[in-house]
């Protein structure tokens, strides 16, 4: 059984705080250090409850943040992650290439993709982070518009499969059949081969895989989509 109300184990549902509080809160992680700061960040936290801070990130993006999550702790301090790659996808891209982001998570390569001006499909197959994903495409009209959302995994073969959520410490650990996980559910699983064939997904022309383990079953899906 899922449970995504506030539990230690998952990330924040997508919900924010007010404005002025935001602001407070987003000055606070980004501003100079000073003693005590994390104690004070946590002790406010816990008065005004847990949400997600919303934060400028590289690229002119906005996102909705969990700060004990690994990635979005990342955008949170330096608002970027993994910036090698994500200058590679943005200047690699041209308008109209069709981006395929198998493992989207809170969409963060997904944005910047379509920041390039390429059509985006990102696939998530928790619904807790597609839920989150497309609150942050809510913060980011119009270049948003060119994502699209497909809530399944990809593999080898067409059917369900159990996947496992990561601890909230590191989100992006969660994969089909991951084993120590906070929380399973079944999950559709589709191949690239099958999601072009149906006209779900145009060919490819650019992928980003993190799918813990899963990258070969995911390629041996795809042998006659390009």
């Not at 700061?37 to 943040?65: D, M, T």
Request: hydrophobic share 45%; proline share 6%; net charge negative.
């Amino acid at each position: 059984m899922m449970n995504d109300s506030v539990d230690q184990n998952f990330q924040l549902a997508p919900l924010t705080y007010a404005p002025l509080l935001n602001s407070i809160l987003l000055a606070a992680y980004r501003g100079p250090d000073f003693p005590c700061r994390l104690r004070l960040l946590r002790w406010l936290e816990a008065i005004v409850g847990p949400k997600r801070i919303i934060a400028p990130v590289e690229g002119q993006l906005r996102f909705s943040l969990d700060h004990r999550d690994w990635v979005q702790r990342s955008l949170l301090y330096q608002g970027v992650y993994e910036p090698e790659v994500a200058r590679h996808i943005r200047t690699s891209l041209a308008p109209g290439e069709i981006f395929l982001d198998a493992g989207a998570q809170v969409g963060w390569m997904s944005l910047v993709a379509a920041s390039s001006g390429a059509r985006v499909f990102a696939v998530e197959p928790d619904p807790l982070a597609c839920n989150i994903l497309a609150s942050n495409l809510s913060l980011n009209v119009p270049i948003s518009s060119a994502v699209t959302i497909l809530q399944m995994a990809l593999g080898d073969a067409i059917g369900i499969r159990e996947f496992g959520r990561s601890h909230v410490s590191n989100t992006g650990l969660s994969a089909l059949g991951l084993q120590g996980a906070v929380c399973q559910f079944d999950v559709s699983v589709a191949t690239i081969d099958s999601l072009v064939h149906d006209a779900v997904l145009p060919p490819p022309t650019a992928i980003k895989i993190d799918v813990e383990g899963g990258e070969l079953a995911l390629l041996e899906g795809a042998k006659s989509a390009f």
